[in-house]
């Protein structure tokens, strides 16, 4: 599945700074707010890891089983905002232009430390708020600017927050560990 244009210099980044594990243990990565898998079946054909998407829209995950048709990658209907994961389960969240469509989505970052290991690390794509770029978006209201999200983050426990901005300026990739 294609990457549009504005997206993709970030994620190129983002699967740049994903460690791979030397051990047999593969590692493990969960995409949230999966939608139709794009980000996820994009790190797994990049990365050898082990990927899981979720996404609470029934129809999103039947559509991303026909997308990634070997199972390479495993999607299940979650919610990221009450996970079915165990603690400590994955080394990499990630999340491509899906925060802002979260009800709560400080329980979302709250849920990803939660499930992540020691350590692990959590890359966020997303749009920012407060930008003319961005104000005639539907859902502008709700994108965090960069402070926001890097004071929401540190809130929650995360620390050596960074934040860098796609060319165009619109998009944001935020990165930090727990
Ligand atoms: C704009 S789409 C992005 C989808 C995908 N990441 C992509 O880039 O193609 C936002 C996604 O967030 C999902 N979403 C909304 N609330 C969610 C929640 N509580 N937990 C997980 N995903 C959620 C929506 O169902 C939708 O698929």
Redesign the pocket.
């Given at each position: 599945?294609d990457l549009?244009e504005n997206?993709a210099e970030l994620v190129e980044k983002l699967c740049k700074r994903i460690k791979i594990k030397k051990e047999r243990v593969k590692t493990r990565v969960l995409?949230?707010?999966?939608?139709?898998?794009?980000?996820?079946i994009y790190i797994s054909e990049k990365i050898e890891c082990d990927v899981r998407?979720?996404?609470?829209?029934e129809k999103?995950i039947e559509k991303v089983r026909k997308n990634s048709p070997q199972g390479k990658v495993k999607f299940e209907v979650?919610?990221?905002?009450?996970m079915n994961f165990t603690n400590k389960t994955f080394d990499v969240v990630v999340?491509?232009?899906?925060?802002?469509?979260?009800?709560?989505p400080e329980?979302?970052l709250r849920e990803s430390k939660r499930v992540l290991k020691a350590y692990g690390k959590i890359f966020i794509?997303d749009w920012v708020g407060g930008l003319a770029q961005t104000k005639s978006h539907a859902?502008a209201p709700k994108y965090f600017t960069r402070e926001g999200l890097e004071k929401v983050l540190s809130e929650i426990g995360f620390t050596d927050i960074g934040i860098e901005l796609n060319k165009g300026g619109e998009l944001m990739l935020v990165e930090a560990v727990k």
């Open positions: 599945m549009l997206e995409d949230v707010g999966c939608g139709t898998g794009k980000l996820g998407g979720i996404d609470p829209v999103n979650q919610s990221a905002e009450k999340s491509l232009k899906a925060l802002h469509e979260m009800a709560n329980e979302t794509i859902h």
